[in-house]
């Protein structure tokens, strides 16, 4: 199941180059591209002849050239040539999609066209804020469902048990969470008192001591997590306080792009308010979001599995009240969605 009428993360902007590049999105192959005006194009990865992949044919002069018969299509979709006929057949063209590039991504529309609206791409506060650090970050393909994923980015309990050398931390296991959903996303969160900072994030802090400690959890529609990990001095944390002046804060961004039902594109980085200029801090977080990263990957690829092949019933458990809330919102607004294409 898929939202459409949205923007997804089809991969990182400087991936994008003069040579032709095949991706599959929520079930669909695409090819894309750089223009030589550096415009990205993104086609349906389909020559409507015989349908070879478009991806194996030859990019000149901004067009596709299909490997098969030479039929040629701009970035528009439009087929410009067709040198084994004597015109241009009815019907000889590809689909396009919208695409834009910001936060080092390139976004990709998979909904209608006409209904492409750049604002809709989520804000990221303070991307080019000089005072602020940014990782590099990374991608991975995780062989399951986005929302197992989703699942994942919307639990905070889950770092006791699968990230014991990294985020884990006193408290993770048993601290009650408190649940907020809005119209476009669902946020988990909980603060941690007065306990220590876990092992990746204590070398990171500019105060010494036990941690008042924040875990943000937020997962936003289409499949966007943005989880936030702020640290306090103890004592000068919690939901009615402002932030003390060594407040740690370190944001991590999560895109998970489904390529189909069984498989998942993600991306991520990470953003923190210390440290703007200092690369081997970058390397280091990014290294050990890795690490982390692929702690998750081994656990989610089991329960995709898991969930696929059961013989008996599932059953939550109370930490998964935000997953499940976002879901509830994931599918009410793909029933609108589908009724709008309906009634269109």
């Given at each position: 199941m898929f939202l459409r009428d949205c923007w997804y993360v089809a991969g990182w902007t400087h991936?994008?180059?003069?040579?032709?590049?095949?991706?599959?999105?929520?079930?669909?192959?695409?090819?894309?591209?750089?223009?030589?005006?550096g415009e990205i194009a993104a086609l349906q990865d389909a020559c409507p002849h015989r349908k070879l992949p478009l991806s194996k044919g030859t990019l000149k002069e901004d067009r596709i050239i299909c490997g098969y018969h030479g039929l040629t299509f701009d970035q528009r979709g439009a087929c410009v040539?067709?040198?084994?006929?004597?015109?241009?057949?009815?019907?000889?063209?590809?689909?396009?999609?919208?695409?834009?590039?910001?936060?080092?991504?390139?976004?990709?529309?998979?909904?209608a066209p006409e209904k492409a609206d750049e604002s809709l791409i989520i804000d990221i506060p303070d991307y080019d804020n000089p005072s602020w650090g940014r990782t590099k970050g990374g991608d991975m393909t995780i062989a399951c469902n986005y929302l197992y994923i989703v699942d994942n980015l919307l639990d905070p309990s889950h770092v006791a048990w699968v990230h014991l050398t990294s985020f884990a931390g006193a408290k993770t296991d048993d601290t009650p969470l408190s649940i907020d959903v809005n119209t476009d996303g669902v946020v988990v969160w909980r603060w941690m008192m007065d306990t220590e900072a876990p092992p990746y994030y204590a070398p990171l802090l500019k105060f010494s001591g036990n941690v008042d400690r924040k875990q943000h959890y937020e997962c936003v529609l289409p499949s966007i997590g943005i989880n936030k990990s702020i640290f306090s001095p103890a004592g000068h944390g919690g939901p009615d306080k402002p932030f003390h002046e060594?407040?740690?804060?370190?944001?991590?961004?999560?895109?998970?792009?489904?390529?189909?039902?069984?498989?998942?594109?993600?991306?991520?980085?990470?953003?923190?308010?210390?440290?703007?200029?200092?690369?081997?801090?970058?390397?280091?977080?990014?290294?050990?979001?890795?690490?982390?990263?692929?702690?998750?990957?081994?656990?989610?690829?089991?329960?995709?599995?898991?969930?696929?092949n059961r013989k008996?019933?599932?059953?939550?458990?109370?930490?998964?009240?935000?997953?499940?809330?976002?879901?509830?919102?994931?599918?009410?607004?793909?029933?609108?969605?589908?009724a709008s294409d309906k009634a269109a």
């Open positions: 991936e994008i180059t003069q040579q032709l590049k095949a991706v599959r999105i929520l079930g669909e192959d695409i090819v894309m591209y750089r223009t030589a005006a040539a067709a040198p084994t006929q004597g015109r241009i057949p009815t019907g000889a063209a590809v689909r396009r999609y919208p695409v834009k590039d910001r936060y080092g991504f390139a976004w990709i529309w998979m909904g060594k407040t740690y804060i370190n944001i991590s961004y999560n895109f998970m792009t489904p390529i189909d039902e069984d498989n998942s594109h993600y991306f991520w980085f990470q953003h923190r308010n210390t440290d703007p200029d200092d690369e081997s801090i970058s390397e280091k977080m990014n290294a050990g979001a890795r690490t982390a990263f692929i702690e998750d990957r081994d656990v989610l690829v089991a329960v995709h599995n898991g969930m696929a008996t019933p599932h059953l939550d458990l109370a930490l998964d009240a935000g997953a499940l809330r976002f879901r509830k919102l994931l599918q009410t607004r793909m029933t609108a969605e589908a």
